[in-house]
């Protein structure tokens, strides 16, 4: 039995949403706008600053779907080349707009550990009992040994935070349980499965006149199907005995993990990132403040 993979926080999000792909076509979509109303003020000889080639206000803030001022007399090219970058920057905004409200409305899962070569990965803890951790020391992956009430203490209790070993007979009831969940919390791998048929048997006496019917009704209980609906039935026979719980422990789990507000933390990277372009804004207004000072007093002295 392995966790699911928990969601990513929601402030990661916004980390997504800025990969360094994103935040390179945007650069390149600016620039190239910037690049084309800087050569077309060229070309009708109007001032051309060197910094508007560089990061070009018009552009970017059609980028980003803020409006600007636009003269009368600007030419019939201009306008068309801000009638295309209106139509990009609704685009995007759009395109930005339904990732961000796909991304809030289902977030993406961390790696889900389907091995043991994942749990290593991930760092999940193997729950076992003190009597069988030298078995299952060569699997080399992190393991949490406890004895058998606290092995079944933290299996029952659905604590995902550690992976743990299930019989199918076990396996079938918790999945059947798990329907009813808010949420899936444990996945049935295969991959970690060390047995696929757990060989349970009791030595009979030697010469026993009862080994070939007692085999030959095992072969005839399988073949017939009663053992798979005796498995089937296990979670509804128990349900009914009073030995199988209904509570969610997924709602719990839901209200803790995922909250249904968002917090302040959530905004973390957008706090970093404002913060950040805050102060690079500042040193350059000061680095063009100094170099505004020493130009002058340079001119000052040479004339």
Request: hydrophobic share 45%.
């Amino acid at each position: 039995m392995v966790p699911v993979a928990r969601r990513i926080p929601i402030k990661d999000i916004y980390f997504i949403l800025s990969s360094v792909s994103n935040m390179f076509l945007a650069i390149v979509i600016v620039f190239s706008y910037g690049m084309a109303l800087n050569l077309l003020r060229n070309v009708t000889h109007r001032d051309v600053r060197l910094v508007d080639f560089v990061l070009n206000d018009k552009a970017l803030r059609g980028i980003l779907g803020q409006s600007f001022n636009l003269p009368l007399s600007r030419s019939f090219s201009t306008r068309l080349i801000f009638l295309m970058l209106g139509i990009v920057g609704l685009n995007v905004s759009s395109i930005f707009g339904a990732g961000l409200d796909t991304l809030m409305a289902h977030p993406p899962r961390q790696f889900q550990a389907r091995s043991f070569a994942g749990l290593r990965r991930t760092k999940i803890p193997l729950v076992t009992t003190e009597e069988d951790f030298p078995t299952w020391m060569k699997l080399r992956v992190p393991m949490l040994v406890v004895n058998v009430s606290e092995y079944n203490h933290l299996r029952n209790g659905r604590n995902t935070s550690n992976a743990y070993f299930a019989s199918r007979l076990y396996w079938n009831l918790f999945s059947e349980q798990q329907k009813r969940f808010t949420r899936e919390l444990f996945i049935y791998s295969t991959d970690d499965c060390l047995w696929s048929l757990a060989l349970l048997s009791f030595q009979w006496p030697q010469n026993s006149l009862f080994t070939e019917p007692v085999s030959q009704l095992i072969l005839e209980v399988n073949a017939n199907g009663l053992y798979d609906f005796w498995v089937g039935m296990h979670y509804y026979d128990m349900t009914a005995a009073g030995l199988s719980g209904l509570e969610d422990p997924s709602l719990q789990l839901t209200e803790r993990e995922h909250p249904t507000s968002l917090r302040i933390v959530d905004f973390q990277w957008m706090w970093q990132a404002y913060g950040t372009f805050m102060v690079l804004a500042i040193l350059v207004f000061l680095l063009e403040v100094s170099w505004h000072g020493i130009t002058s007093l340079f001119v000052s002295l040479v004339l």
